[in-house]
């Protein structure tokens, strides 16, 4: 079985004004597509791997053969990041679908790690904008059953590590220089208008059980 790439569950142009249609498009179709196809050739010769949905084969990382291990960590990685990033976002505030801040449970326990909501998106930012190069920003729900803040390089997962990605931002290029050229803090501070608050609270809900 090939991994494929999934649907969007919005239009390319559904989170206009602050990530483009035409970023999107390139992003979901070309970008995430050949971190499918690369790993898809990865796992060729290897069937029983080829079962495993993306992120079990990415949580026993460890029992990969090493000659396709990069591979996976880097195409495997690229698939699992981008399936998560699209469904925690949401068309923008402009349809009327938008939300700024989470609730519940999310809220609460965000209030008790970091203070406040308001403290939390000032290190989640500076977290995003601390990444060298390529990378991402993540909330995590640790193997210790912490919420914490972690810099990825390139598309590493936080699932190779045992911990629960909540929240993610992809901060390489290709997710915002069409609109944003160098300026990623325009870009991350755009980004928490279209966040999925709901999706994410589900998978902090999830991650608790």
Request: glycine content about 6%; hydrophobic content about 35%.
């Amino acid at each position: 079985m090939s991994y494929q790439l999934p649907k969007l569950p919005y239009s390319y142009d559904a989170l206009e004004p602050y990530i483009d249609k035409v970023t999107m498009e390139i992003h979901h179709t070309k970008h995430h597509q050949a971190y499918i196809d690369n790993l898809n050739k990865a796992l060729s010769s290897y069937p029983k791997l080829e079962k495993l949905e993306v992120e079990e084969l990415l949580k026993k990382i460890d029992s990969v053969p090493t000659e396709i291990k990069q591979a996976v960590i880097n195409h495997g990685g690229g698939h699992a990041n981008h399936s998560f990033f699209w469904k925690v976002l949401r068309p923008s505030e402009a349809s009327g679908e938008g939300g700024m801040s989470p609730s519940g449970q999310l809220l609460q326990a965000l209030d008790k790690t970091f203070g406040s909501f308001d403290k939390f998106k000032e290190e989640f930012t500076q977290k995003a904008l601390s990444v060298f190069g390529s990378g991402w920003a993540f909330l995590i729900f640790t193997k210790e059953g912490e919420l914490k803040l972690k810099r990825h390089s390139f598309q590493n997962s936080p699932l190779m590590h045992g911990n629960v990605p909540i929240l993610g931002l992809d901060v390489w290029e290709h997710a915002y220089y069409l609109k944003y050229q160098n300026r990623r803090a325009e870009y991350v501070e755009a980004w928490w208008h279209v966040i999925n608050w709901k999706q994410v609270e589900s998978n902090y809900l999830k991650a608790l059980k």
